[in-house]
């Protein structure tokens, strides 16, 4: 996915800058980038590769050269950024966080004419961001070229741009998929995606974007330049996965969602009376744990961490670029508590379950260390669509999710007119799903949370909620 950072001020705001993006690095491993402007210089920006070292030890070497009253930085799981543009519409740097579903097409019906190039990068595909600056760039105000953007595109488009005139515009993508919050101090104002980004760096809560709304961001305030709409499908993934525990999204926190979420699963089973007799629930480090935790309180079982993760070396386990290099960091991370683990009958909840190919080396590894039976719980219902928002499942395709595999095996093509019903533990091709996966991957027996009771953890409309990996519905 991504995540920016943004700050405007009537002081030097490199170091907010540095700060408050190395704060998103929870939401991309892939590039990074700072631009930063000044009236005396101009804007200076440099883009690094985050892939195998943070943001943090990567731009430290870079912030002598910065300086400026305003700047923007991004975290990005996709293309280098942010970009300098020079147009019609002036100077700016642009960075942003999305998808373009109809990038080739976009480039064939509006820029196939003589005097139109994009750079190409390795993939032969056109940049992301560079994209959306050339639709933005067809617009009489950069306003205007924004909304003209959002709308031809398909997908979603949350967007951050910094002016020669030392100015911040932020864009939420028109449905709101995900959040943009500004916020301020005694000398001016910034944006993130997070708010306790800039939270720790002395800023208030000034403000949060509703769906599709543009905001002009100064020293002085934050100025509507186009108004909300009145559609919102914010993605429920940063309340489960991606959030950071103390975040904020539409007045609900990440973590109190989370143990709110681990409870309901618990009484649903206590009320079906499927809950294992087990000696320890447990969470799959990290995003599993405050799920698990919800999930021990209500059920009355014991929570513990049978093992841990060893993360000083290699924070996130996917950022090397081979898939055997993955696999084996992923193994040498988990750390086992043998007195934990040894002839105990243990409950985990994970986040999600995507492809189950790390999922299924866990439960291997719990079995070698001597667990007489492992039991696992999603908190999320079965995944059933690639996500075409936000890149969720990034490199997914929907035959490689885990449920969708198990179904082709199940019935083939047949099964994919009945994916609701596979969702559904309630009916038999439901109760088929787990049983195969259970065989394939080993537990003794596994559960998904409801897409009811997740939205009903959550709390807030559920019409507002995009829930597409689940239902394949907009």
């Known amino acids: 996915m991504g995540g920016f950072f943004g700050a405007v001020s009537r002081r030097d705001v490199v170091m907010d800058v540095f700060f408050g993006t190395d704060y998103h690095s929870h939401l991309g491993t892939r590039n990074a980038g700072m631009a930063v402007w000044s009236r005396e210089g101009g804007c200076q920006r440099q883009i690094h590769s985050i892939a195998n070292t943070p943001f943090r030890t990567k731009f430290e070497p870079d912030l002598p050269k910065f300086s400026g009253t305003c700047g923007i930085g991004c975290i990005s799981d996709s293309d280098p950024q942010p970009l300098l543009v020079r147009s019609h519409l002036g100077l700016y740097a642009i960075t942003t966080v999305g998808i373009i579903n109809n990038a080739e097409a976009l480039v064939a019906s509006c820029f ?27 617009g009489e105000t950069l306003t205007d070229g924004i909304l003209r953007a959002q709308e031809k595109i398909d997908g979603s488009m949350t967007i951050l741009l910094m002016t020669e005139q030392g100015e911040i515009i932020a864009a939420r993508d028109r449905r709101g998929r995900l959040p943009v ?27 949060e974007l509703g769906p599709g709304e543009i905001v002009r961001v100064t020293c002085e305030g934050c100025e509507t330049l186009s108004p909300a709409g009145h559609e919102m499908r914010i993605c429920a993934f940063l309340w489960t996965y991606y959030g950071y525990p103390n975040s904020n999204y539409e007045g609900v926190n990440v973590e109190v969602m989370r143990y709110r979420n681990g409870e ?16 320890y629930v447990a969470g799959v480090p990290d995003s599993g744990l405050p799920h698990a935790i919800g999930y021990a309180n209500r059920s009355g079982k ?54 189950g190919t790390q999922l299924q080396g866990t439960v291997e590894f719990l079995y070698g260390a001597g667990a007489r039976e492992v039991h696992m719980r999603s908190a999320c219902p079965p995944i059933m669509y690639a996500c075409k928002y936000l890149n969720f499942s990034r490199g997914n395709a929907d035959r490689e999710l885990l449920a969708r595999r198990v179904i082709q095996t199940l019935e083939g093509d047949e099964g994919l007119e009945h994916i609701a019903e596979y969702a559904d533990h309630s009916t038999e091709r439901g109760k088929c799903l787990l049983h195969e996966i259970c065989e394939m991957l080993g537990f003794d027996s596994l559960g998904y949370q409801s897409l009811d009771g997740l939205l009903e953890a959550i709390g807030i409309d559920r019409n507002k909620i995009c829930t597409y990996c689940w239902t394949g519905e907009e």
Not at 185 to 200: L, N
Not at 339 to 349: A, M, Q, Y
Request: charged share 25%; aromatic share 10%; glycine share 6%.
């Open 112 to 138: 196939s004419g003589t005097g139109h190039q994009f750079m190409a990068m390795s993939s032969g595909k056109v940049n992301t961001t560079e994209l959306t600056a050339a639709l933005i760039n067809e």
């Open 302 to 355: 014991t929570f513990a961490r049978p093992f841990v993760k060893y993360t000083p070396t290699w924070p996130r386990s996917f950022m090397p670029s081979n898939q055997g290099v993955r696999d084996q960091v992923a193994k040498m991370k988990q750390i086992p508590v043998p007195e934990l683990i040894e002839d105990k009958k243990l409950l985990f909840v994970d986040d999600s379950i995507v492809r």
């Open 181 to 207: 919050h500004v916020g301020r101090d005694a000398d001016g104002h910034c944006v993130a995606f997070e708010s306790f980004a800039y939270q720790k760096l002395g800023y208030e809560n000034a403000y």
């Open 264 to 279: 309901i699963m618990a009484r649903r089973e206590q009320e079906a009376g499927t809950l294992p007799d087990v000696d």
